[in-house]
């Protein structure tokens, strides 16, 4: 088993890796393209990259290769032989299961001390490559904005040499009312050695810039704005333009929750609730403290009131009840003249602007501390989330490929590829859940796991027990019962017939089946009491008694030599339907369920239309019975 997975497993992980790397590029190729970095940093990225991906591809890997290695002995029949040797699927896992576990303690080993430092390093790199700035290239014909606070076209570019020809120049760099021009010939373009300075180096041209404007004290007040116009054999324009790579310090990221370990992040969640609680405590008794009614309420007090009151708010903060304080102040605001009145209701307004200014900033940096903790909790949640996610999906894909028993890169890697779309998109849906505080920080983690542990379960158990859950002909076949199409009867002439059928008592047999189809086309209706339908728990005796009826005469027929009895034969319907429920529900049981609407309503709808189909079932058997009877009738009389 290890020969065969192992391969696989090396195999699939470094196409899963590959390929989530090239997603990595796509979505940071404009950081990196036109910059001008060297290869040594672009290989230190994609290392850093590859060695963060590896949570991503390695679940995906352990799902396509148990897949893989459990379709292809399934389609080799090499597990077939095993399970008919008496070894159990579970002991064939075995060597399997230990494996997948020593992948997945070596994946929080790696999550926990090596991720924090893979991140750190990658994110710092992809800083530094963002905020460098990209590599000079002048186009043909269009303005260059690049260079910060100049505006560069070019007309023409010469190959041979980087002659720039027909080359102006905005220069916008102490501010827009104090541009200038400048026009030229030709021109060169080159760095400076510590590639700090760009240096221009410009033929035959012109330059023209406004001044600042100056009033003059000549008559009629006019102002005159002074422009300085230059002409040039030869210039060298020196521009800011820092082209280096200048590396991120990683001090900083390291103090955040990408650069920690799981003892790390337990330590900051401890201080940082700590710190929350101590912010709330703050807010909640500077409100309670600077509430407007109750200074209002002590202003002017005698000095025995403001003990009375005071050791009052101790007892009444101590058993958390509001201070009530006997005063009508309605009645005092009322007693007021109009202007004191609305100089109240102004004061009063504006008071409480700005409490409510105040604490909206407050809230504001509440809620910056409380996304801090939930962005350590998620993170330490997600050092588990990757190992059991590997054992997850082991036992999801080793069952799944014992099942289908397909091997190679075709349906396993698009059941592969579904199943782990899902997953994504659960695992991103509960992660931006607990990263917003919807809901808690497991919950939102662990979501995934919890939505595919039951699938994995009832994989297994169904591939222990040799279901044909995922067979297409089962599905099909139910679908057309659904539908009313059934399975044709297939009746073939036998080269050998040992005992001959005895026409003479298959005709009362016959007979019997014309009444008794008559009697239950007469008795049993298409609608049925919903309360009678279940109480007799889904099951219709009378339908399977008549379809056993059919099968004895079947049976018995299927050994003659007439051709045209044999036809006959396959116009039997094979009779299904008169049991819709595969509990043996007793009369109670079923009762408790009808009275549960939401549930028992759909499936008395879907009997109800099954039973329409058992009765078109029935007329077709008594139709064929008596076409039947007249030939035989006919043939021996």
């Given amino acids: 088993m290890l020969q065969t997975f192992l391969p696989l497993f090396a195999m699939t992980f470094g196409i899963c890796l590959f390929i989530v790397l090239m997603q990595f590029l796509w979505r940071y190729i404009d950081d990196m393209v036109g910059k001008g970095l060297e290869m040594a940093v672009l290989g230190e990225m994609f290392f850093y990259a590859a060695l963060f991906l590896v949570p991503m591809a390695l679940p995906l890997a352990v799902l396509l290769a148990s897949l893989m290695t459990f379709g292809n002995l399934g389609e080799r029949l090499e597990l077939l032989a095993m399970k008919s040797a008496g070894v159990s699927l579970?002991?064939?896992?075995?060597?399997?299961?230990?494996?997948?576990?020593?992948?997945?303690?070596?994946?929080?080993?790696?999550?926990?001390?090596?991720?924090?430092?893979?991140?750190?390093?990658?994110?710092?790199?992809?800083?530094?490559?963002r905020a460098k700035s990209p590599e000079l290239d002048i186009p043909e014909g269009v303005f260059y904005k690049e260079i910060s606070g100049y505006n560069v076209y070019v007309k023409e570019k010469d190959q041979r040499d980087g002659l720039l020809k027909d080359v102006m120049i905005y220069d916008y760099s102490e501010g827009f009312n104090n541009t200038m021009v400048t026009v030229a010939d030709s021109g060169r373009l080159k760095t400076s050695a510590d590639k700090l300075f760009l240096v221009l180096t410009l033929y035959n041209g012109e330059s023209f810039q406004n001044m600042t404007r100056q009033s003059s004290a000549s008559a009629g007040n006019t102002s005159d704005v002074p422009n300085r116009r230059e002409t040039f054999t030869t210039r060298e324009?020196?521009?800011?333009?820092?082209?280096?790579?200048?590396?991120?310090?990683e001090s900083f990221l390291q103090n955040q929750y990408v650069g920690k370990n799981l003892t790390d992040l337990q330590s900051s969640i401890d201080s940082m609730n700590v710190k929350l609680d101590s912010i709330k405590n703050i807010n909640s008794n500077e409100i309670y403290t600077y509430a407007y009614l109750k200074s209002f309420a002590l202003k002017g007090a005698p000095t025995d009131?403001?003990?009375?009151?005071?050791?009052?708010?101790?007892?009444?903060?101590?058993?958390?009840?509001?201070?009530?304080?006997?005063?009508?102040?309605?009645?005092?605001?009322?007693?007021?003249?109009?202007?004191?009145?609305?100089?109240?209701?102004?004061?009063?307004k504006s008071a409480a602007e700005n409490v409510r200014t105040d604490y909206y900033f407050r809230a504001a940096t509440l809620g910056d501390e409380a996304y801090k903790v939930r962005r350590h909790?998620?993170?330490?949640?997600?050092?588990?989330?990757?190992?059991?996610a590997c054992l997850v999906f082991f036992f999801i894909g080793a069952p799944l490929g014992a099942i289908i028993r397909k091997g190679g890169l075709g349906t396993p890697v698009v059941l592969s590829v579904i199943l782990f779309i899902f997953y994504y998109v659960v695992n991103n849906i509960g992660f931006k859940m607990a990263r917003d505080g919807v809901w808690a920080a497991w919950q939102g983690m662990w979501l995934s796991s919890a939505v595919l542990t039951p699938l994995g379960v009832f994989l297994t158990y169904k591939a222990i027990n040799d279901s044909v859950i995922l067979n297409a002909d089962t599905y099909i076949n139910a679908l057309k019962n659904l539908i009313g199409k059934r399975s044709a009867r297939k009746v073939e002439l036998k080269e050998v017939i040992i005992y001959s059928p005895d026409y003479n008592a298959v005709i009362p047999k016959l007979e019997q089946l014309i009444v008794d189809t008559e009697t239950y086309l007469s008795r049993h209706k298409r609608w049925i009491n919903y309360f009678a339908y279940w109480r007799q728990g889904g099951k219709d005796t009378s339908a399977e008694k008549l379809a056993n009826e059919v099968e004895e005469i079947v049976e018995v027929l299927e050994n003659s030599d007439l051709i045209l009895i044999l036809n006959k034969l396959m116009d039997y319907p094979i009779i299904g339907g008169y049991n819709q429920l595969k509990a043996n529900l007793s009369k109670r049981a079923g009762f408790i369920i009808g009275l549960i609407f939401p549930l028992g309503i759909p499936v008395y709808l879907l009997a109800t239309y099954q039973r329409k189909l058992l009765r078109q079932d029935i007329r077709s058997v008594k139709k064929t019975s008596e076409e039947l009877l007249d030939m035989i009738r006919e043939r021996f009389k």
């Fill in 377 to 388: 909790l998620t993170e330490w949640h997600n050092k588990f989330t990757v190992s059991f």
């Fill in 90 to 129: 579970l002991h064939i896992m075995r060597p399997l299961i230990v494996t997948i576990g020593i992948v997945s303690v070596g994946a929080f080993f790696f999550q926990n001390n090596a991720m924090p430092v893979v991140q750190v390093k990658l994110y710092s790199l992809l800083y530094s490559m």
């Fill in 305 to 348: 009131t403001l003990f009375m009151l005071a050791e009052a708010s101790k007892e009444n903060r101590r058993k958390e009840q509001p201070l009530i304080l006997p005063s009508n102040y309605d009645s005092l605001f009322q007693a007021e003249p109009a202007n004191v009145k609305a100089a109240l209701l102004t004061r009063a």
């Fill in 237 to 249: 324009v020196l521009i800011e333009f820092d082209g280096n790579f200048t590396r991120t310090d």
